[in-house]
């Protein structure tokens, strides 16, 4: 049977996209077909290599070109895009060729600390300043908007006394490694 093909965007270090890739290496329905970066020195670039998935380079300007991308993916067959640390905003024209089969994962608790600018250690900063004392992961569908489209998973981790932006991503991260592949699973197979 032809497996499903997930589509991974990334643009930084690829930690997430390194985890998801080593659980779906095997699976018996899904695989990954290759990894987007958009920023030219992504460390995503060399985990994908070493894994031996292709990774295609596009940045914002090659995302303006929809025929090149729709290209892209229509050529590399792919149903889903996972989202792993991806800082442009997807553009409309991807978002209506897949809808409800968008999925991003976000560092916080959202809807709080989401949004313009909300990304990487900003997020972290973010929770320590507003004085939460949980923190965690959402994973949610990626609508037209920021952070803001239906959730699909949510888990909490706490926030510690002493704790800097580095020490609560750290913990945050832990919960993302362990959750992100299985949910996009129960996700992508929950689906009719
Ligand atoms: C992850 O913590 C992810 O939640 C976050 O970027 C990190 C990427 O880590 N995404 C956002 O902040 C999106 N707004 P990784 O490159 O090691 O997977």
Redesign the pocket.
Known sequence: MKKIRIAIF?S??????QRIIEYYAHHASIEVACVIYNRREAF?AQRAAALGVEAFYVNRAGFADQESVKALLHGQHIDYIIL??F?LQVPDYIINMYEARILN???SLLPRHGGLG???SR?HQSVLDSGDTKSGITIHLVDGQLDTGAIVFQAECPVLDGDTADTLADR??EL?HRHFPHVIEDYILSRP
């Open positions: 990334a930084g270090n690829g930690t997430n996209a995503v792993a640390g800082l994962i976000h560092p909300m990304y990487g997020v945050v991260h993302e």
